[in-house]
């Protein structure tokens, strides 16, 4: 994960958890919520169901800031329980918008969370407005429980998945009712969850690195476009059922998983992170090879890369970059002084790895190129000979809207540079490459990009958005339908 006050990065976006049917369920939500930290460092929430009533749980910050308080978790009792990590990505950052979101509905209490953005959730929430709906949070995730509420059909899993009909873009989702934990993914699986077991409970979760550190059993993924329901039986059986009640699409899971935002030590969609970031860092150095003496990883992200890459060129790897996990998002900067100190409060040269050698910098992705400028000057200060930077993904040409907080088009690098001479000036590199489409695809795959039917989600790189973009319609020309937008990535 990178540094959360990085500039220059891709935010986090969110994480799941669920658990029926366990005596532990709110301490192991706490502990699934912690794996996922990195996917959300804004806010934590925690409900949970004690078979008479719900209780809830909210914190702005980490989870280990409040949920390792046996306190707080004494006010979550019950054998089911559900969380969600935070940034935000749709909606303000404040306290109402913390999930789970909880409302009592016409077929009982019923608490939602998830992660993705909802591309037509605006329009469908002025349109809710324009109703009577009335609206007590900004995210996109209540337009869910007000589509639940104005459902006329069947029972809460019918109405979810009535409701669910209704949206576009990005999800993947848990709800919980009085008996039952309900997982869904989107038509186009865009955003990973996963199915576990622990003591033979049904367990939800973003990433398998939350099942691990409870010591669950990874059973399979949920599959794009599918609705798990795990129903508590009178007898106190979990009985588990699966429904694909969407037309069936192909799969395109988000590329940025595997480059960025998954933990390494994750498996999505049945391919360890960790190693596809390395093969990244490999095929790089085949791609753009370099005399160097020696590899650095920009931390942490770049670390598996730089690994890969090292060994691919047998130019030595070696912690050139020591960053300090002590900085938190709180940490004030009273001054302009202070705050000019930028990188160096994250990040400091390893001068004995640096001074007089000619530097290969890795790093996993370059979005705006402002801290990689500020990086690479550290390096020259700290005495390096050449600085080349080499990245683990292709140039980044279009903005995300499926929950990834980008910035707008215009302030992305390689938008604001007609060519990559341009961009390496402006960084003051000795040498700038990126990894190709086709060497992303191949360490994630073993293929390349098929262009007529991909296999993942791309748009960032290619402008093949996969849904339509409703709520954006009109804005920097681009188009309700998924098509390729702005610059042809090259």
Avoid: W
Avoid at 213 to 229: C, H, K, L, Q, T
Avoid at 279 to 297: F, H, R, S, Y
Avoid at 321 to 336: C, L, M
């Amino acid at each position: 994960m990178r540094d959360y006050l990085d500039n220059d990065n891709l935010r986090e976006e969110c994480g799941v958890f669920g658990i029926l049917g366990h005596s532990d369920a709110s301490a192991l939500t706490a502990l699934g919520l912690h794996a996922l930290q990195h996917r959300g460092q804004e806010s934590a929430g925690i409900v949970s169901f004690d078979g008479t009533q719900f209780h809830s749980e909210k914190r702005m910050g980490l989870v280990g800031d409040h949920f390792t308080d046996p306190m707080t978790l004494a006010n979550l009792p019950g054998k089911a329980a559900m969380g969600h990590v935070r940034y935000s990505t749709t909606g303000d950052n404040v306290l109402s918008n913390v999930q789970p979101l909880f409302a009592e509905l016409e077929v009982g209490g019923i608490a939602i969370a998830h992660n993705g953005n909802i591309t037509n959730g605006q329009t469908l929430r002025s349109n809710l407005i324009a109703n009577g709906a009335i609206c007590q949070t900004t995210s996109d995730t209540e337009v869910i429980l007000h589509l639940l509420a104005k459902s006329k059909v069947g029972n809460a899993p019918h109405r979810l998945i009535e409701a669910l009909k209704q949206l576009e873009g990005a999800y993947s989702l848990v709800a919980m009712t009085r008996s039952k934990l309900i997982a869904a993914r989107d038509p186009f699986g865009i955003r990973p969850l996963v199915y576990g077991e622990l003591d033979g409970k049904p367990i939800f979760a973003s990433e398998t690195c939350a099942l691990d550190i409870i010591g669950a059993r990874f059973i399979r993924d949920v599959e794009n476009g599918e609705v798990i329901i795990c129903e508590k039986q009178k007898d106190g059986t979990i009985k588990v059922r699966s429904e694909k009640p969407f037309e069936k699409k192909p799969e395109r899971i988000c590329l940025f998983e595997y480059v960025y935002f998954a933990r390494p030590d994750s498996t999505v969609a049945g391919r360890s992170v960790y190693s596809v970031r390395k093969k990244m860092g490999e095929n790089l150095a085949k791609e753009a090879p370099i005399e160097a003496d020696v590899i650095v990883p920009i931390p942490d992200g770049g670390t598996p890369a730089a690994i890969g890459f090292s060994q691919s060129s047998n130019i030595p790897f070696e912690y050139g970059i020591i960053r300090n996990h002590y900085v938190g998002r709180t940490f004030i900067e009273p001054s302009q002084q202070i705050r000019a100190f930028g990188v160096k409060l994250k990040h400091s040269a390893n001068r004995s790895q640096i001074e007089n050698k000619r530097v290969v910098l890795i790093d996993d992705s370059i979005v705006r190129g402002t801290t990689s400028l500020k990086i690479v000057q550290m390096m020259r200060d700290a005495g390096a000979r050449e600085v080349h930077l080499r990245v683990a993904c292709p140039m980044i040409f279009h903005s995300d809207y499926y929950g990834i907080d980008t910035p707008d088009p215009e302030k992305l690098l390689a938008n604001q540079y007609n060519s990559l001479e341009a961009m390496r000036q402006y960084i003051n590199v000795d040498s700038l490459e990126f990894l190709s489409i086709d060497g992303l695809y191949d360490a994630v795959c073993g293929e390349k990009r098929n262009n007529h039917s991909p296999q993942f989600t791309d748009h960032y790189f290619t402008g093949d958005y996969p849904t339509n973009l409703t709520d954006l319609a009109g804005k920097n020309g681009i188009s309700i339908h998924k098509i390729s937008l702005f610059k042809e990535a090259g």
